[in-house]
C-alpha cells in the first residue's frame, strides 16, 4: 500500500518527528533539508507525496513549488506545504504557487497521516 | 550562505539569572602575577610600620638593648624596604609593556 | 679662620652659581629640550626639600638632646613613599588632570572650587610656615656667626638674616614667576634645588665620613663609641615614637613646599616610581651619621656647645677648614631651597585665594574690560612672595633668634597636618563635603592654636600662666596642655592625638549630616574616580557669553600667543570658519581648566562666570551640557562628512532611504516572524508529545530520544520568550539599571567564559588587551557582560575562518571604545545596517538563533549611555561598543 514520501524541512526535530508518524504507517520516507537544490532532489527520487517547508535556508518553499509545477514531470505532483508563520497572506500564496494542501505548524500527527492518505495516489 | 549574521542563538546566558557560576575563577598567569605585585605594594608600607614599630618592644629597663644594635636594625630596614620597592615597580614593568601598568586601584 | 667677607663672597658665589643653573634649566626648558628636566632623578632630588636647615643642624641637636627620636622624622616620609601605592599615586594624577596649582587648590577644588576653603588652608599654611621660615633665616645666621666667633653683635645678626632673606625673595620673584603658563610648573627652580640636593647630602655625608674614619677610627670604634656615651642604651618614648612618625607623613603630604614640588611640579608617572624607592635611600643616607656626629660632638667639644652646630664645629675643632665650609654651603642649600619652594607655594595659594578674589570682587563685572590680568596675577604673585619673606624676617626678628624657635618645626607639622583629613578623605570617598571639610580644618585649626602653637611661645607670653594652671575661666578640662583632663602626657603628643581626631570626628560627622552641591558631588566623583579617566568637569549651562570677551580675557591671563593659539585650535575643532570658537559648555570647560592652572580653580571659575553669567549648576544642568555636547559632536561630524564630498551625502541619503524601505518590510514581517519562531519549537514539542501519548511502537530508546528533544525544545522556546520580554522591556525603557562600580577586565572575562561555556568544538581564540582593560566603569555590569557574550557568541557561531581569532580592543580616551574583530569575511555591505533590527537574518542559515541579539544589544548599550556600531572595513566582522567614561557619575 506505502507509497514514498519526500520530506523538505530544514527543522531535525520536525523531519524526525514526520518520519516518525509516517514510517510507523508503512511510508518509505525520505528527507532534504536545504532548498537550494531541493528541486533537483524531488526530480531525482520521484516521491509520490512531497511535504514542503516554506522558511527553507537557499530558496524558499514558494519558490520551489513555483519551479515544479512549471516542469511536466512534477506537475501534478501532490505536495503538502507546511508553514510556521499563519498569516492568511501565506495561505494564498501556498494556493497561488500551486500547493495542493496548507497546513500550519504546529500540526497534529493525525492531521499530517490524513493529508499524506489523501493525496496519495490511490 | 552569505556569511556570518547579525543574528545570535538561543544559547545567550542572561547574567542577572544565570550567570552567578560563570565568573571565571581563575586567571591566567600574568594577569595573576601583576595582581600579586600590587598586592605586594599596597602591603609594603604595613610591613614597614609593623617593622619599624617593633623597637617600641625593646625599651625594656631590665635588659636594655644597645644604641648600635638599635640603630643597625632601624637602617637594615630602611635599605631593605626601598630595594623591595625598586624591585617591585621593576617586576610591574617588566610584565607589561603598557605604559603605565598600574592602572589598577 | 674664614673671615666673614671670605664666606660672604663663597655664598655669593655659590648662590650665583645656582642662578647660572636655573636660568639654565630655564632656558632649555623653553627652548623644548627639557627632556633631562623632567628626568626622574631630578624629581626625586627635589622631594629633598623636606630636610631643610632644620635637619641639616638640628637633627645632630635633636639626636644629642633627645636620643633616636629625630630618626621618626625621616620614617614617617620614607613610609609614604614606600607606600606611594595607596596615596601618592592618586596625588599626583589628580594634581595634573586637574591642574592643581596649590595644596588650597586642591581642597577648594575638590570641595565645590570653594574659595573660603582655599583661604583657610591659605591661612593655616602661612601661619604655619612662617616661623619656620624665620627658622632657616635662623639657621644661617648662626652658621655664620660660627665662623665669626671674633664679632658677635646683635646689629651683624640682624643684617645677614635681613640680606638672606632679601637675596631669597629677588630670587624666587626670578625663578618663581617668570612664567604664568598653564602647567605651573618652574623647571630652573626644580633644577637648582636638585642641585641644593647634591650639595646638602655630600656636605652631611662627608663631615659624617670625616667623623667615623677621621675621628672615630673605623665603624666598629665609631659603635663601640656610640654604646659607651650617653645615648648608649635604645630608650625612646613609645607614644611619641609612633605619634612623630604619623605627624611626619602626615605632614610630608600636607606642607605646602612638599605639595608643590611632589604634585605639582610632577609631570610623569616614572617620576614618581623612581622616588618611591630612591627618596626612602636618600632620607636614610641623611640619618646616617647624624647619631656618630652628635657623639663625637659630644665628646669632643667642651660643654655646654650648642649641638645644633656640631655640623660645623666640630670640622673647624680639628682644624677641617674646608670641610666647615663645605658644610655650611650644605645648610646653607638646606635653608635656600625650602625658602624659595616654600615662598612659591605661598605665593601661589595667597594670589589664587585670597588677592585674586579680592581683586575680581573689586572689578565685580568687568574681568572683560578692565586692567590687564595677567599683570595683576604677576605683580601679586610677586608682592605674595616679598610679603611671606618678610613675613619670615619679620617672626625671626621678633622672637630674637631664640631656642623657642627651634622647636617650632614640629609645632609647624602639627598645624599643616590638619589638612590631612579634608586631603584623604577628599581623594577617597566621595561622601566627604564642603561642610565636613570646613567644620574639620575649623576645629584642628582651633585646638592647634589652643594646645600649642600658643603655648609654644611658653607659658606667660600669649596665654597667661593662669590658663595652664586652672583652665579658662577656672574650668579645669579645658586647660590648654591637658584637654579633657587628660594630663601627663607630652604636650605636643597632646596636640596631637587631640587637634587630629577631633578634627578627624568634624570632618566625617559633618560630612555625614551635609548634603553636597551638583558641582562639589562631581568633582568628588571626578577626584576619587581618577583612575577611570581623565574627563574634565562639565559645569557650563550653555551661557552668553560673548567669545570676544572671553578671548580679551585670556589674553590677559594666558598671554597674547597662547590665548589665540587656544582660540584657534578650538575654533579648528568645531569646525569655524572665524578665529573664535562658539562659547560652547565643552570649549568653556577647557578654557576655564587652562585660566586654573594660571589662577587657581576657584578664581578661573569666577572669571568665566562673570562673563558667561550664571553662576548656579544643577544636576539637570550638567545632564543637559552632556547632552548637547554629544549632540554637537554629532552635528558637526555630520557637517564634515558632507562638506567632503557631495556625492557621498546622496549615496548616504539613499541607503537612508533604503534602510527606512527595508526596515518597513521588517516591520510588517515582526508579527509574522515571532509566529515563526515560535510555532517552529512548539511543531517539535506537539508532534513528540503526541508520540509519547499513543505510546505504540516505541522502543525505549526513542522515547528517551524524545522525551529530551521535547525538553530541549521547551528551553528554546523560553528563551526565546526571554529575549522577547527583555526587548520589550528594554525598548519601553521599564528597565532599571542595577549600576555599580566594575572593571572591565572582569565583565570581560565573564562574558568570555559564559560564551565559551557551550562551545562546540569549533574553538575560538580570543585575544585581549589586558592593559586597556584596566579601565574602572560605573555601570549596569550583569547587562554590558549580556551584550558581550553577544558578540562574542556572535564570533563563535558566525566567523567562517579556518581558525578562529576574535581580537578586543579596548581604547580609552573621552569615551570607552571597545572593538570586537573576527577574522571571518565579515557581514555584507548590504545588510550591515539592518543587523541590528529585530529578527533581522542576513544569511538564510539556521543557527538556532531567533536574531534577537543584537537588537538585545543595542537596547542595553543604549540604556547605559553608549552605542554599538558595525565597522566596516576591517577585515572581519568588527563591532565597536562605545560607552561613556564618567557615565552617571553625577547621578550618585
Not at chain 1, 74 to 95: C, F, H, I, S, Y
Amino acid at each position: 500500500m506505502a507509497g514514498h514520501v519526500l520530506v523538505i524541512e530544514d527543522e531535525p526535530n520536525i523531519i524526525e518527528a514526520i518520519k516518525f508518524i509516517l514510517s510507523r504507517e508503512g511510508w518509505n520516507v525520505a528527507t532534504h533539508s536545504n532548498g537550494e537544490d531541493a528541486a533537483d532532489v524531488v526530480r531525482a527520487k520521484s516521491p509520490d507525496v512531497l511535504i514542503l517547508d516554506v522558511m527553507l535556508p537557499g530558496r524558499s518553499g514558494y519558490d520551489i513549488l513555483r519551479e515544479l509545477r512549471g516542469d511536466a514531470a512534477t506537475q501534478a505532483l501532490p505536495v503538502l506545504m507546511l508553514t510556521a508563520r499563519g498569516q492568511t497572506k501565506d495561505r494564498e500564496m501556498a494556493e497561488s504557487a500551486g500547493a495542493s494542501r496548507f497546513m500550519t505548524k504546529p500540526f497534529s500527527n493525525a492531521e499530517v497521516l490524513e493529508a499524506v492518505r489523501a493525496l496519495a495516489p490511490a | 550562505m552569505t556569511g556570518p549574521t547579525g543574528t545570535e542563538d538561543g544559547t545567550v546566558v542572561r547574567p542577572n539569572r544565570r550567570s552567578a557560576e560563570k565568573i571565571p575563577l581563575f586567571v591566567e598567569r600574568q594577569t595573576y602575577r601583576r595582581r600579586r605585585l600590587v598586592d605586594a605594594a599596597r602591603a609594603l608600607p604595613v610591613l614597614g610600620v609593623l617593622l619599624w614599630l617593633l623597637p617600641l618592644l625593646w625599651a625594656v629597663p631590665s635588659e636594655p638593648t644597645s644604641a648600635s644594635t638599635g640603630l643597625i636594625y632601624v637602617f637594615s630596614v630602611w635599605l631593605g624596604l626601598p630595594v623591595i620597592v625598586g624591585v617591585l615597580i621593576r617586576a610591574m614593568h617588566r610584565r607589561s609593556d603598557s605604559p603605565d601598568p598600574e592602572d589598577e586601584p | 679662620m674664614t673671615t666673614l667677607n671670605a664666606l660672604a663672597s663663597i655664598s655669593v658665589l655659590y648662590v650665583l652659581f645656582l642662578f647660572g643653573v636655573a636660568f639654565f634649566a630655564e632656558r632649555a626648558s623653553r627652548r623644548g629640550r627639557a627632556t633631562w628636566l623632567r628626568a626622574p632623578i631630578v624629581y626625586t632630588l627635589s622631594l629633598s626639600i623636606y630636610c631643610t636647615a632644620w635637619t641639616f643642624y638640628g637633627a645632630v641637636g635633636s639626636a644629642a638632646r633627645n636620643g633616636f627620636e629625630y630618626l621618626t622624622i625621616y620614617l614617617g616620609p620614607s613610609l609614604v613613599l614606600i607606600g606611594w601605592w595607596w596615596v601618592l599615586r592618586k596625588l599626583v594624577r589628580i594634581g595634573r588632570v586637574q591642574r592643581i596649582t596649590s595644596i588650597a587648590d586642591l581642597i577648594s577644588s575638590r570641595y565645590g572650587k570653594s574659595n573660603l576653603l582655599g583661604v583657610g588652608v591659605t591661612l593655616l599654611a602661612v601661619i604655619g610656615t612662617t616661623p619656620y621660615i624665620a627658622l632657616q633665616l635662623q639657621s644661617v645666621t648662626l652658621s655664620v656667626e660660627v665662623f665669626n666667633l671674633a664679632t658677635p653683635g646683635g646689629a651683624e645678626e640682624q643684617s645677614t638674616a635681613f640680606w638672606v632673606a632679601v637675596g631669597l625673595a629677588v630670587f624666587t620673584v626670578i625663578f618663581g614667576t617668570r612664567n604664568l603658563d598653564a602647567n605651573e610648573r618652574h623647571h630652573g627652580v626644580v633644577m637648582a634645588i636638585a642641585v641644593e640636593a647634591i650639595v646638602k647630602l655630600t656636605a652631611l655625608m662627608a663631615v659624617g665620613i670625616f667623623v667615623v674614619w677621621g675621628i672615630a677610627g673605623g665603624v666598629s670604634e665609631t659603635l663601640t663609641r656610640i654604646d659607651a656615651s650617653e645615648l648608649g642604651n635604645w630608650e625612646v618614648n613609645g607614644g611619641r615614637w609612633a605619634g612623630l612618625m604619623f605627624l611626619s607623613a602626615a605632614a610630608f603630604l600636607c606642607l605646602p613646599r612638599m605639595f608643590q614640588v611632589m604634585v605639582v611640579e610632577n609631570d610623569n608617572d616614572p617620576q614618581l616610581r623612581m622616588a618611591a624607592w630612591a627618596f626612602p635611600l636618600y632620607l636614610m643616607l641623611m640619618s646616617l651619621f647624624i647619631v656618630p656626629i652628635a657623639v663625637v660632638g659630644l665628646d669632643v667639644l667642651p660643654a655646654g656647645s650648642n649641638p645644633d652646630l656640631f655640623v660645623l664645629t666640630v670640622p673647624l675643632a680639628y682644624g677641617q677648614n674646608a670641610l666647615a665650609l663645605l658644610s655650611f654651603l650644605g645648610g646653607f642649600s638646606s635653608a635656600t631651597s625650602m625658602v624659595i619652594v616654600a615662598a612659591i607655594a605661598l605665593s601661589t595659594m595667597v594670589s589664587n585665594h585670597i588677592v585674586m578674589p579680592i581683586w575680581l570682587r573689586m572689578n565685580e563685572g568687568m574681568a572683560s574690560v578692565s586692567g590687564d590680568v595677567r599683570y595683576v596675577v604677576l605683580l601679586s604673585r610677586r608682592l605674595s612672595i616679598a610679603g611671606v619673606l618678610s613675613l619670615g624676617y619679620l617672626y625671626y626678628a621678633q622672637s630674637g633668634g631664640g631656642a623657642a624657635l627651634s622647636v617650632i618645626g614640629l609645632v609647624a607639622f602639627t598645624g599643616v597636618a590638619q589638612v590631612l583629613p579634608a586631603m584623604l578623605g577628599g581623594i577617597f570617598w566621595r561622601g566627604a563635603t564642603r561642610v565636613g571639610a570646613l567644620a574639620g580644618l575649623t576645629v584642628g585649626f582651633v585646638v592647634w592654636l589652643y594646645t600649642l602653637y600658643l603655648p609654644s611661645f611658653g607659658a606667660g607670653v600669649i596665654m597667661p600662666l593662669s590658663l595652664f594652671e586652672t583652665g579658662p575661666f577656672g574650668i579645669g578640662w579645658l586647660k590648654p596642655e591637658a584637654l579633657f583632663g587628660i594630663s601627663g602626657i607630652d604636650p605636643l603628643l597632646h596636640a596631637v592625638i587631640w587637634s587630629m581626631s577631633l578634627n578627624m570626628v568634624a570632618f566625617f560627622v559633618a560630612s555625614l549630616a551635609s548634603f553636597p552641591s551638583p558641582l562639589e558631588r562631581l568633582q568628588g566623583a571626578q577626584f576619587v574616580n581618577i583612575q577611570q579617566g581623565t574627563g574634565g568637569t562639565r559645569s557650563w549651562s550653555q551661557g552668553v557669553a560673548e567669545a570676544e570677551d572671553l578671548m580679551v580675557m585670556a589674553q590677559r591671563i594666558l598671554g597674547a600667543t597662547d590665548a589665540q593659539a587656544l582660540f584657534l585650535r578650538e575654533a579648528r575643532r568645531q569646525g569655524s570658519e572665524t578665529h573664535l570658537p562658539a562659547p560652547t559648555p565643552e570649549f568653556l570647560q577647557i578654557l576655564e581648566r587652562e585660566l586654573a592652572g594660571s589662577v587657581g580653580a576657584a578664581t578661573a571659575h569666577a572669571m568665566v562666570g562673570q562673563i558667561v553669567g550664571g553662576m548656579s549648576v544643577s544636576v539637570e544642568d550638567l545632564m543637559a551640557v552632556a547632552d548637547e555636547t554629544a549632540q554637537m559632536m554629532e552635528y558637526s561630524a555630520t557637517l564634515e562628512a558632507q562638506s567632503q564630498e557631495l556625492s557621498r551625502t546622496a549615496a548616504q541619503l539613499r541607503a537612508v532611504n533604503d534602510k527606512l524601505t527595508r526596515l518597513s518590510v521588517q516591520k510588517d514581517a515582526f508579527l509574522s516572524q515571532i509566529s515563526h519562531e515560535l510555532r517552529t519549537p512548539m511543531t517539535s514539542i506537539r508532534a513528540f508529545s503526541e508520540i509519547l501519548r499513543d505510546g505504540e511502537g516505541i522502543t525505549p530508546d526513542e522515547q528517551s530520544k524524545y522525551s529530551s528533544i521535547i525538553h530541549d525544545e521547551a528551553i528554546r522556546l523560553t528563551r526565546l520568550l526571554d529575549d522577547l520580554l527583555d526587548l520589550s522591556v528594554l525598548e519601553n525603557g521599564q528597565v532599571s539599571l542595577n549600576l555599580v562600580d566594575g572593571k572591565l577586565e572582569d565583565v570581560l572575562d565573564r562574558a568570555a567564559a559564559a560564551a565559551l561555556a557551550h562551545d562546540d568544538k569549533r574553538g575560538l581564540e580570543i585575544q585581549r588587551d589586558w592593559t586597556g582593560e584596566q579601565v574602572w566603569l560605573n555601570t549596569d555590569t550583569e547587562r554590558l557582560s549580556q551584550v558581550f557574550i553577544n558578540l562574542i557568541s556572535n564570533a563563535r557561531k558566525y566567523c567562517d575562518a579556518p581558525q578562529r581569532v576574535l581580537e578586543i580592543r579596548v581604547t580609552s580616551g573621552d569615551a570607552l571604545m571597545i572593538d570586537f574583530i573576527d577574522n571571518g569575511s565579515g557581514v555584507a555591505p548590504e545588510a550591515q545596517d539592518v543587523i541590528f533590527e529585530k529578527f533581522s537574518r542576513v544569511s538564510d542559515q539556521k543557527a538556532g538563533g531567533a536574531g534577537l541579539g543584537l537588537a538585545i544589544s543595542r537596547q542595553i548599550v543604549t540604556r547605559l549611555g553608549g552605542e554599538i556600531s558595525y565597522l566596516s572595513g576591517e577585515r572581519g566582522a568588527a563591532f565597536r561598543v562605545i560607552l561613556p567614561l564618567n557615565h552617571a557619575l553625577a547621578a550618585q
